[in-house]
């Protein structure tokens, strides 16, 4: 099993910054991928950033450019560093982890395990 944990979420006015935190405990070991995911109210949850074994990192268009994904390996943590926020941002942002294929990086369908999540929201 694999556990996750969020943390860093809060309010911020739009063109700020935050940095999540997900840290990882359990049976970490095999994981290849693992994002963030986030749920606006009312929408579906989405891909926002992803990062497999070897740190390959992919991101939705909307973020490209704003938000950093990373991995301190010896801390099992992982990390979405964000920058210049917009209210569209606005959302419960979600870590996840599998030890699925790494092509399967994108898919949401594939993630096992998922923390509780933590909630950002920007102002404008």
């Known amino acids: 099993q694999v556990q996750l944990v969020e943390s860093g979420g809060g309010s911020v006015q739009a063109g700020g910054s935050l940095t999540l935190s997900c840290a990882g405990s359990g049976q970490m070991y095999g994981v290849n991928c693992m994002a963030w995911f986030r749920q606006a109210p009312g929408k579906e949850r989405e891909r926002v950033a992803t990062?497999?074994?070897?740190?390959?990192?992919h991101y939705k268009d909307s973020v490209l450019g704003r938000f950093t994904i990373s991995k301190r390996d010896y801390e099992n943590t992982l990390y979405l560093e964000m920058n210049r926020l917009e209210a569209e941002d606005t959302a419960m942002y979600y870590c996840a982890a599998h030890r699925n294929d790494m092509r399967s990086c994108p898919d949401i369908k594939s993630y096992d395990y998922w923390g509780h999540g933590t909630q950002v929201t920007v102002s404008s």
């Open positions: 990062r497999d074994f070897y740190g390959r990192t």
